[in-house]
């Protein structure tokens, strides 16, 4: 009997020393435990030195998301609350390569700080994680059901899917800014379209003086589809095809914008064949579109009559093509200036570049070369050395002021009255003819040329009396 209880009782505590000695760490335990945290915090610190000095640094390319991704639910980012979330069709500023998990810049918005980003790879890395817990848990759904035909249908379409949506990349390269294109009232050509829209270049060049680089671009930047440009065969049958322009030559224009954007100016284009939105969607710009609208038709078609006969002439295809833009939906346009007056409309456009222009300089940003800071015709540049593919590893591997405010003279784009078809007709040609002696100084709509530096690059190449060719063009892709 006592050997019994002194057996039981020496079991007993044998077992509790035993429980105690495996539930207490051992001192090389502890010490790695200690290691490995001290690596952590080491690493935490370098990272967050390299965040810091990130801020000065230039801008090294831009990118447009095509998926969303919350930094809150990843514990993988280098310095912890320092990851950057965006949304799907968000732009982001990309300053350098921290590792092959993590880029560091910004999201393009105002009052947004540098942080980090995931790279296209850790991307793909979430996506295929969450794809293989997403087939298991349809495979174990199944399974409990047993209705294999369900899950195998399933399975399938799942795999389709994913043959739809494996090819699109997580980014899309863009311009360090966004140009801005111009489009509307109705084709580029014709007198009512070019002067409205040179009424705004000249408004833009002074009040964002310094600021801005205006450059005219002649050839059909339409044509320069990201599939096409990055897909030999296809670029190969649009040169055997009968177009405006040669590949070669829309490969150049486009890495030209691509240059005059890194100096973070606000990049406008003069395009001459551009007369839609939908001719841009597909490229590689991102540009910010401006619809330049004239709300009724009437008030249109008065002022191309009012042009005299050579336009009248053409009335129907501008009033088709004026049409057309009009039943675009709104969010096909970044802004809509349908504003009577012409200061009104140039003061909106304004608000709108003003706060992009916030959004994308910081006030920790690196300052803009002065080389760079002026405005740069097309004739002042060099061609681009590299290909847009080529943009992100390139600059990877390189490790504001207020312009003054012109006054401008109250001069009405359009009429609302229907009424007095002949006073307003001769109203109307006084507003729009560059003919008016007071203010030929200051807006000259037609006849007149940009002064310096802009003489290399908006020579009148349109013939106001008959459109030219590339309008007709632009007509037939309408």
Known sequence: MYDNLYLHGFDDSEAGSADSYTSRPSDSDVSLEEDRDGIRRESEQQAAVQLERAKTKPVAFAVRTNVTYCGALDEDVPVPGTAISFDAKDFLHIKEKYNNDWWIGRLVKE???????????KLENIRLQREQKSRQGRFYSGKSSGNSSSSLGDMVSAKQKQKVTEHIPPYDVVPSMRPVVLVGPSLKGYEVTDMMQKALFDFLKHRFDGRISITRVTADISLAKRSVLNNPSKRTIMERSNTRSSIAEVQSEIERIFELARTLQLVVLDADTINHPAQLIKTSLAPIIVHVKVSSPKVLQRLIKSR?????????????????????????????????????????????LETYWRATHTPSSAPLNPLLGRNLGSTALSTYPSAISGLQGQRMSNSNHSGEHIPVERTRLVHSDENGHSERARKNRNRLSSGSQHSRGQYPL??????????????????????????????HRL
């Open 446 to 475: 037609m006849e007149e040329e940009y002064s310096d530096p802009y003489q290399d690059t908006y020579k009148s190449r349109r013939s106001h009396g008959s459109p030219g060719g590339h309008s007709h063009d632009s007509q």
């Open 111 to 121: 009052g947004c700080e540098i942080g980090f980003i995931p790279s296209p790879l």
């Open 308 to 352: 005299g006969k050579s336009q009248s002439k053409n009335l129907n295809v501008q009033l088709v093509a004026a049409d057309k833009l009009a039943q675009c939906p709104p969010d096909m346009f970044d802004v809509i200036l349908d504003e009577n007056q012409l200061e009104d409309a140039c003061e909106h456009l304004a608000e709108y």
